[in-house]
């Protein structure tokens, strides 16, 4: 039996190109683009063509006006294949919020350079994370934040919805303010080494970031609907609720110096060039989630799988069956799908009928790529998205380790009431911890 834990972020996640025209060299395209939150003065932009995530000097790159304008002359077979970054530092002026006090990044989609705001950079995001296309990725931010208008357009030229709902200039805001909060809060991190004994860079605490903001996008949207953000009618008074909303979120993120080390060192792994090896077809249980406070009081979600389900088949997927168990009191409960018992028996609609997840439901999954990404079907479409994973040796290493390293890292989802219980306990030869993030691309009407 091939054993390991298995720790998962569930993220709610979620086309064009820039202007431009060959130069008189024909060796370059211009390609013009726009970095707003409100238009950005000063702002370092540039095509990131070794995914880095930061400006280097031999990357064509140039400044915006005052108007957040810039046009940077692309050789021609650049044209569309990198994204596009913008550093915003502390000498840039944001025309409807003033000078810049806390530096951050911004980006877009390679295939979509035109503009450059809070919103293009949770698509490129998506993009970087789940390698779908930029469309779809637009899409799924779109309806993840609710916005009426498309992520990928300059908002600061849209009309407010009429119905009251945050406009995509007011969730814009929201992703700057919390931006600079987080980085603020995990500043101290830089120059500091990974779990993987890599150096943390700046450009590793952007990428840590926009994960993270990614990942709290539903909480966030949330927190646009307090009435102290509603109820605010100035600039300053906005501005004023949405720091601290910001802070609340930032506070319950998970992201703190601890954690660096392990975020930036699945950061790493998951966008690394180095081919994950294959595995080989076995039985495997992975551990989604351990809630324990003791023997008559726990909750436990775990995936599994034969040898015959782990093996691909004719269109590369395994399958996987998810068992979920809740000692309540000596109340002993197991079931499939949902929070509760209960919710085994909820409906959804597939595409085509309403149907259930019974016990012992199989779900799809793909054969992880080189890099641990992967597509999934959970509950046959109640949820389809992609997940990438990172995976780290634990043979030989005591739980009490692992477990200290993984509460460390910001991971709620395993939660040990007592840690001494675990003694001198060490992990058994074959043993993995797998950090894995999924992203969300479809729920079903249920």
Same mark, same amino acid.
């Given at each position: 039996?091939?054993?390991?834990?298995?720790?998962l972020?569930?993220?709610?996640?979620c086309g064009g190109g820039?202007?431009?025209?060959?130069s008189?060299?024909?060796?370059?395209?211009?390609?013009?683009?726009?970095?707003?939150? +409100?238009?950005i003065k000063?702002a370092?932009?540039?095509?990131?063509?070794?995914?880095?995530?930061k400006?280097d000097?031999d990357?064509v790159?140039?400044?915006?006006?005052?108007?957040?304008?810039?046009?940077?002359?692309? %050789?021609?077979a650049?044209v569309?294949?990198?994204?596009?970054?913008?550093?915003?530092?502390?000498?840039?002026?944001?025309?409807d919020?003033?000078?810049?006090?806390?530096?951050?990044t911004?980006?877009a989609?390679?295939?979509r350079?035109?503009?450059?705001?809070p919103?293009?950079?949770l698509?490129q995001?998506?993009?970087?994370?789940?390698?779908?296309?930029?469309?779809?990725?637009a899409?799924a931010?779109?309806?993840?934040?609710?916005l009426?208008?498309?992520?990928?357009q300059d908002?600061?030229?849209a009309?407010p %919805?009429?119905?009251?709902?945050?406009?995509?200039?007011t969730?814009?805001?929201?992703l700057v303010?919390t931006?600079q909060?987080?980085?603020?809060a995990?500043?101290s991190?830089?120059?500091t080494?990974?779990?993987?004994?890599s150096?943390?860079t700046?450009?590793?605490l952007?990428?840590a970031v926009?994960?993270?903001l990614?990942?709290?996008?539903?909480?966030?949207?949330?927190?646009l609907?307090?009435?102290?953000?509603?109820?605010?009618?100035? %600039?300053?008074?906005?501005?004023?609720?949405?720091?601290?909303?910001?802070?609340?979120?930032?506070?319950?993120s998970?992201?703190?110096?601890a954690?660096l080390p392990?975020?930036?060192?699945?950061?790493?792994?998951?966008?690394?060039?180095?081919?994950?090896?294959?595995e080989?077809?076995?039985p495997?249980?992975?551990?989604?989630?351990?809630?324990?406070?003791n023997?008559m009081?726990?909750?436990?979600?775990?995936f599994t799988?034969?040898?015959?389900?782990?093996?691909?088949?004719?269109?590369n997927n395994?399958?996987?069956?998810?068992?979920?168990?809740r000692?309540?009191? +000596?109340?002993l409960?197991?079931?499939?799908a949902? +929070?509760?018992p209960s919710?085994?028996?909820?409906?959804?609609?597939?595409?085509?009928?309403?149907?259930?997840?019974?016990?012992?439901?199989e779900?799809?999954?793909s054969?992880?790529?080189a890099?641990g990404?992967?597509v999934y079907?959970?509950c046959?479409?109640?949820?389809?998205g992609?997940?990438?994973?990172?995976?780290?040796d634990?043979?030989?290493?005591?739980?009490s380790?692992?477990?200290?390293?993984?509460?460390?890292? +910001?991971?709620?989802?395993?939660?040990?009431?007592d840690?001494?219980?675990?003694?001198?306990?060490t992990?058994?030869?074959?043993?993995?911890?797998?950090?894995?993030t999924s992203?969300?691309?479809?729920?079903a009407?249920?």
């Amino acid at each position: 039996m091939c054993c390991s834990v298995a720790l998962l972020l569930a993220i709610a996640g979620c086309g064009g190109g820039g202007s431009g025209g060959t130069s008189a060299s024909s060796a370059t395209t211009d390609v013009s683009t726009t970095v707003v939150d +409100g238009a950005i003065k000063n702002a370092v932009v540039c095509l990131d063509k070794n995914g880095n995530g930061k400006c280097d000097s031999d990357e064509v790159q140039g400044k915006t006006d005052a108007a957040g304008k810039v046009t940077l002359a692309v %050789p021609n077979a650049d044209v569309g294949k990198f994204p596009i970054i913008a550093a915003v530092g502390t000498d840039a002026v944001d025309a409807d919020n003033g000078p810049v006090t806390v530096a951050y990044t911004l980006s877009a989609p390679a295939d979509r350079t035109d503009v450059v705001s809070p919103l293009t950079t949770l698509v490129q995001r998506t993009v970087a994370s789940t390698g779908v296309s930029t469309e779809e990725a637009a899409k799924a931010v779109k309806d993840a934040t609710g916005l009426t208008v498309s992520p990928l357009q300059d908002f600061t030229k849209a009309t407010p %919805p009429a119905d009251g709902s945050p406009s995509a200039a007011t969730v814009a805001r929201m992703l700057v303010v919390t931006t600079q909060k987080q980085a603020v809060a995990i500043s101290s991190t830089a120059g500091t080494t990974a779990l993987d004994g890599s150096v943390i860079t700046q450009a590793d605490l952007d990428k840590a970031v926009q994960k993270k903001l990614l990942e709290l996008l539903p909480q966030l949207v949330t927190a646009l609907s307090d009435p102290s953000v509603l109820a605010a009618t100035t %600039p300053a008074a906005k501005e004023a609720a949405l720091l601290t909303a910001a802070t609340t979120l930032v506070t319950g993120s998970g992201l703190t110096p601890a954690a660096l080390p392990t975020v930036v060192a699945i950061n790493n792994q998951t966008t690394s060039s180095t081919q994950v090896a294959a595995e080989t077809p076995a039985p495997f249980l992975s551990l989604r989630t351990l809630i324990f406070t003791n023997a008559m009081n726990y909750f436990v979600h775990a995936f599994t799988g034969s040898a015959a389900q782990n093996t691909p088949d004719a269109n590369n997927n395994i399958k996987y069956v998810e068992r979920r168990e809740r000692n309540a009191g +000596g109340i002993l409960s197991k079931w499939g799908a949902g +929070g509760e018992p209960s919710r085994g028996a909820d409906l959804h609609w597939n595409g085509s009928a309403w149907v259930n997840c019974p016990i012992n439901f199989e779900n799809t999954s793909s054969v992880r790529d080189a890099q641990g990404n992967g597509v999934y079907n959970s509950c046959d479409n109640a949820e389809t998205g992609k997940s990438v994973r990172a995976s780290f040796d634990v043979s030989g290493k005591t739980m009490s380790e692992v477990y200290a390293q993984v509460r460390a890292a +910001g991971y709620t989802n395993l939660m040990i009431a007592d840690p001494t219980a675990l003694g001198s306990a060490t992990f058994p030869s074959g043993s993995t911890l797998l950090y894995q993030t999924s992203t969300a691309l479809t729920d079903a009407i249920s």
